[in-house]
């Protein structure tokens, strides 16, 4: 056995996140780890790192039992974790952020770069040690991740939600290279909340609920129906909007807007060029592509986080290309933020107070000129029954919650509101089945009532199915359009990364103004490989 919990339980003030869990994971198998939100899922993969300690059970490593202070005695046990949130430095290469900390295993020079070589070879990453690590895409990143735990002697590696920013493409390579981590003896836990991924992967799993194993479930006689029900308790749900309540009132209006950077070389680069398109009221207009091309940069300008370099902005008919991000939110944007931590929430302040947070003028959050706190808590509390927003009271800090939670919570918060308009960026990332499912039947219900809403997401499957309209966009410009009656993920996927067509991939650099003016369809370019 490669590793073995067992009656592992852990609390923490308010709340217990494991009770008596049970988990054997046998060597040389690919493990998935499923449950769902406050499940405990995340805390009993700290604590197999080192980086929680149980208040009972035991932990075995390769049939001998261990005790780990931190997580420098997990790695030096061969196990290594790799987390949602890569913990990469953008501005150092990829050799130097893989030696960073583990100088004297190879040096810092040519047997740390031989080193890397091989063990990229070996595992098939095509990892380049001496590529700046801002350079690279999510999916190139992710294997730098990994080969960083390998550098460092890894035989079990934690792989917390690694297909959640990879397009279909890039997740069937990052498959590949877990099957050739698997042919060499490794052995893999892997946490996801796509369950048809975990299917298609795994060797086992085992199912958390409520902070205990209620069981685990064989891939190849189980159904993704089947291991949903056994985590929450009910089907699969699917993103599917069949009726159309798009009208023909314009809500948003983005013209010709453009956005540039400049880079330490001081070499200036559009970051969005020409980016024009029309959401009308009941509308959900889907933004696809890779993360890093600019959708986050679109979202910020939307919000009055970045200032603009050209273009304009109309909501509702009225200018607001000048206008604070504070007065857009008081006209009626909505805001689900990429980044929850950065942009989402004040981690070490109580629920209550996130749930006023970016509304604090509005009802039922003010009286007056000061903040009514006692509606606040309440109107909390709602949100935290509606959403199921597993927490053991909303005095706590929202760092006390799970992912799953803190997403949970801020979608309560935004559509609590009623806006005009949604910005959803990534809104069911980390978040189980059942939360999915509430989620998207909230976005349907404020359509149907007219909301407007920009959809981003790297969930191919709910951008196609929740957006009445898509658009593409590729190294910062809309390269092309998408019936989401009739793409796949598939082909969107490859749209995604410029490989839907040459075409595609020409006009997305050839400086053909991509604004409101007509775009290829996928799947309708002459000659395209999707069709």
């Known amino acids: 056995m490669a590793v073995e919990l067992r009656g592992i339980t852990k609390r923490f003030p308010g709340v217990v996140a494991n009770h008596d869990i049970d988990i054997v994971v046998h060597s040389g198998t690919v493990h998935a780890l499923v449950g769902e939100n406050g499940a405990g899922k995340s805390t009993l993969m700290k604590i197999l790192y080192g980086m929680?300690?149980?208040?009972?059970?035991?932990?075995a490593v390769d049939g001998e039992q261990?005790?780990?202070?931190?997580?420098?005695?997990?790695?030096?046990?061969?196990?290594?974790?790799?987390?949602?949130?890569f913990m990469l430095a953008d501005n150092l290469t990829v050799l130097e952020n893989i030696v960073l900390?583990?100088?004297k295993l190879h040096g810092i020079g040519?047997?740390?770069?031989?080193?890397?070589?091989?063990?990229s070879d070996a595992y098939g990453l095509g990892v380049r040690p001496d590529v700046l690590v801002e350079d690279l895409g999510v999916a190139d990143r992710q294997r730098v991740e990994i080969l960083k735990v390998l550098y460092r002697g890894a035989r079990i590696l934690i792989l917390d939600e690694p297909t959640a920013v990879?397009?279909?493409?890039?997740?069937?390579?990052?498959?590949?290279?877990?099957?050739?981590l698997k042919s060499q003896g490794l052995t893999v836990l892997f946490i996801s909340h796509k369950l048809g991924e975990v299917l298609s992967v795994a060797d086992e799993i085992t199912v958390i609920r409520r902070g205990t194993t209620v069981g685990s479930a064989d891939p190849r006689s189980t159904t993704a129906k089947q291991l949903a029900e056994l985590m929450v308790g009910?089907?699969?749900?699917?993103?599917?909007?069949?009726?159309?309540?798009?009208?023909?009132?314009?809500?948003?209006?983005?013209?010709?807007?453009?956005?540039?950077?400049?880079?330490?070389?001081?070499?200036e680069r559009a970051v969005l060029d020409d980016i024009g398109f029309t959401i009308h009221k009941g509308e959900v207009l889907g933004i696809a592509g890779v993360e890093g091309n600019g959708q986050a940069e679109l979202v910020e300008a939307i919000m009055g986080i970045r200032a603009l370099d050209g273009g304009s902005l109309q909501l509702d008919g009225r200018d607001i290309t000048d206008t604070p991000t504070r007065r857009r939110r008081e006209d009626g944007i909505g805001y689900v933020p990429e980044d929850r931590h950065r942009h989402g929430l004040l981690l070490e302040a109580p629920l209550w107070e996130n749930r006023i947070l970016g509304h604090v003028t509005e009802q039922p959050n003010s009286k007056g000129f000061l903040i009514d706190t006692a509606a606040a808590r309440r109107d909390t509390e709602r949100i935290v029954r509606e959403y199921d927003v597993r927490t053991p009271g909303i005095e706590v800090t929202a760092a006390s919650l799970s992912g799953g939670n803190q997403q949970k919570l801020i979608v309560g918060r935004e559509m609590s509101h009623l806006p005009k308009l949604l910005i959803a960026a990534h809104p069911t990332r980390g978040v189980d089945v059942g939360a999915q499912a509430q989620i998207w039947d909230q976005i349907r219900e404020a359509r149907r009532e007219g909301l407007a809403v920009l959809l981003i997401s790297a969930d191919l499957d709910e951008l196609i199915g929740l957006s009445d309209t898509l658009r593409v966009m590729y190294r910062g410009r809309l390269v092309a359009d998408a019936d989401?009656?009739?793409?796949?993920?598939?082909q969107l996927g490859s749209a995604m990364t410029g490989a839907a067509s040459g075409h595609l991939e020409q006009q997305a650099g050839n400086g053909t103004p991509t604004g409101d003016g007509a775009q290829p369809r996928i799947g309708e370019q002459a000659g395209g490989e999707d069709r």
């Open 66 to 85: 261990v005790s780990f202070g931190h997580p420098g005695d997990a790695i030096a046990r061969g196990i290594g974790m790799v987390h949602q949130h």
């Open 484 to 490: 989401p009656s009739t793409i796949t993920p598939e």
């Open 166 to 180: 990879l397009v279909p493409q890039e997740v069937e390579a990052l498959f590949e290279n877990l099957r050739g």
């Open 110 to 119: 040519g047997r740390a770069r031989a080193k890397i070589t091989e063990i």
């Open 101 to 103: 900390g583990s100088e």
């Open 234 to 267: 009910s089907e699969l749900p699917s993103p599917e909007t069949r009726e159309s309540t798009v009208t023909d009132e314009p809500m948003l209006t983005v013209t010709g807007l453009r956005l540039v950077a400049v880079d330490p070389e001081g070499t």
């Open 52 to 59: 929680q300690k149980p208040d009972e059970g035991t932990i």
